[in-house]
């Protein structure tokens, strides 16, 4: 299953989202059939957070298996110029990279995080 995630920088903070089952995660969401990836971020970015965003670059690949099966978390980078709005998910954030570690990620987001600290 191919699922597509955004890191949305703004001074210097990162944007993460909590899920309904408790975890955090990078937002963004399934791809559907018929859709690339780049609009499936894009429709994910509005649906869930109100936000029309420019994809900037491809930043990794990820690939992680659930209980639910196995899937491949393509990230991008992304820029928005408006506020988002927690539509889906419990609550949003804006938090440094220092921050990032307090969180309660997905898996397949601690492998992204792993990969932002080592850039």
């Known amino acids: 299953m191919d699922v597509t995630a955004a890191i949305i920088e703004k001074d210097g903070k990162i944007l993460i989202a909590k899920r309904k089952e408790g975890k955090w995660e990078f937002p963004g969401g399934k791809v559907e059939k018929g859709e690339n990836i780049e609009e499936c971020l894009k ?3 509005k649906e869930e957070l109100g936000i029309d965003v420019k994809v900037k670059k491809k930043f990794c690949v990820v ?4 209980d639910f099966g196995k899937i491949r978390l393509h ?7 408006e506020e988002p709005v927690a539509k889906e998910h419990l ?5 440094n990279m220092k921050e990032l570690q307090k969180y309660d990620f997905m898996d397949a987001d601690k492998k992204v995080i792993n990969i932002l600290k080592n850039k």
């Open 91 to 95: 609550d949003i954030k804006w938090v």
């Open 63 to 66: 690939e992680h298996k659930y």
């Open 75 to 81: 990230v991008f980078v992304a820029e928005c110029n």
């Open 43 to 45: 429709r994910e970015l």
